[in-house]
């Protein structure tokens, strides 16, 4: 069982820049392809970046491409997400999530929730106008 908790939101004005944490208990996370969903208020919860095992390759939803970076150091056990620029819509929950790799190269990064096993608690970001 992989117990992730998710750190760094917050409330932030229009333009500004929040960095979101994920810390793994699994000490083998570099097995793990890891995941950030959000989900907006009153919305369904949806994709927002990804990256692979090995962090070779990373992915985003077009909405944040160019603010948002998605990183990871596998010896810390922990993902992150710089979110710049960020803007009112950007307001949601944030999530991050894992599932196992296919193998040391898979490099495929999942966009559907279904497609992880695992989930952090949540944590709120806030963009005011």
């Known amino acids: 069982q992989v117990q992730l908790v998710e750190s760094g939101g917050g409330l932030v004005q229009a333009g500004g820049s929040l960095r979101l944490s994920c810390v793994a208990s699994?000490?083998?996370?570099?097995?793990?392809?890891m995941g950030w969903f959000r989900q907006p208020p009153g919305k369904e919860r949806g994709f927002v970046a990804g990256?692979?095992?090995?962090?070779?390759?990373?992915r985003y939803v077009d909405s944040v491409k160019g603010r948002f970076t998605v990183s990871r150091d596998n010896a810390k056990n922990t993902v992150y997400l710089q979110m710049n620029s960020l803007k009112p819509e950007d307001t949601a929950v944030y999530y991050c999530?894992?599932?196992?790799?296919?193998?040391?190269?898979?490099?495929?990064?999942?966009?559907?929730?279904?497609?992880?096993?695992?989930w952090g608690q949540g944590s709120q970001v806030t963009v005011s106008s």
């Open positions: 999530a894992a599932r196992p790799a296919r193998s040391y190269s898979d490099s495929t990064i999942y966009t559907e929730g279904s497609e992880y096993n695992y």
């Open positions: 699994e000490r083998t996370l570099s097995a793990y392809v």
């Open positions: 990256i692979t095992s090995r962090g070779g390759t990373t």
